[in-house]
């Protein structure tokens, strides 16, 4: 069974600074992995997803993360953060096969002016 | 509609009550997902529809909840006789295709007092 660590419960970073937020995962073959974010109140968006190819990839929002297998990681990054970034982030992973996606225990961001 | 649609948005009850909770997917949307999001934790899943077949119950924590999704399309999450540990946020997802990104509503917040 698939498995996603979010090793970080909160992040602080000041507005106009770069973001990396982390996500492990535990699969055996090529996962399938995607970034949500929850704002306050509010169901989960779709920032990005990876299914195979180019490694790097863009989402939304001005956000991207990228795959490496050898480190089973899928990092989330933003350049510059905005305050209106702040909120939970949540890492996920699908399987071949395996229909229903497993989460992490999310990241909450909080952005300082 | 264009997304997934939860109702009630939000839910207080009386601890041994019975509660329903709705979730409309996306018109065409053959997989559903009920995934439950406790305070400071991730998402845990609690059951699966694909199309016409037997629902995959696996996540279910206890005997007091269910689930039903009738015509393939509108599913009702039940928990009889609610206890306090069941006040939560209820998440409604929906896709299309296999290991593609769910879609989520807005959630129910439910509070047992």
């Known amino acids: 069974a698939q498995s996603v660590t979010q090793p970080d419960i909160h992040i602080t970073v000041s507005e106009g600074a770069s973001l990396e937020l982390r996500c492990n995962y535990s699969?055996?073959?090529?996962?399938?992995l995607f970034w949500y974010v929850q704002s306050p109140g509010q169901g989960l968006q779709l920032l990005l997803k990876y299914f195979s190819g180019d490694t790097l990839v863009q989402g939304i929002k001005g956000f991207e993360a990228e795959f490496k297998r050898s480190q089973s990681s899928f990092n989330l990054r933003k350049p510059s953060v905005h305050w209106s970034d702040a909120a939970e982030y949540f890492c996920a992973v699908g399987a071949e096969g395996s229909y229903i996606p497993t989460f992490g225990r999310g990241t909450s961001l909080i952005v300082h002016p | 509609g264009a997304g997934v649609s939860q109702s009630p948005s939000n839910k207080v009850t009386e601890k041994g009550k019975d509660v329903e909770l709705r979730c409309d997917p996306i018109?065409?949307?053959?997989?559903l997902y009920w995934y439950r999001q406790s305070l400071g934790q991730g998402l845990e899943f609690l059951i699966y529809?694909?199309?016409?077949?037997?629902?995959?119950k696996s996540g279910l924590p206890s005997d007091r909840f269910s689930a039903e999704r009738t015509g393939g399309s509108v599913s009702t999450l039940t928990i009889q006789r609610t206890q306090q540990e069941d006040s939560a946020v209820y998440l409604c997802a929906s896709n299309d295709r296999l290991n593609t990104e769910a879609f989520f509503g807005q959630g129910t917040r439910l509070t047992v007092v």
């Open positions: 699969y055996g073959a090529t996962p399938y």
């Open positions: 018109s065409g949307h053959t997989a």
């Open positions: 529809f694909q199309g016409n077949s037997a629902p995959d």
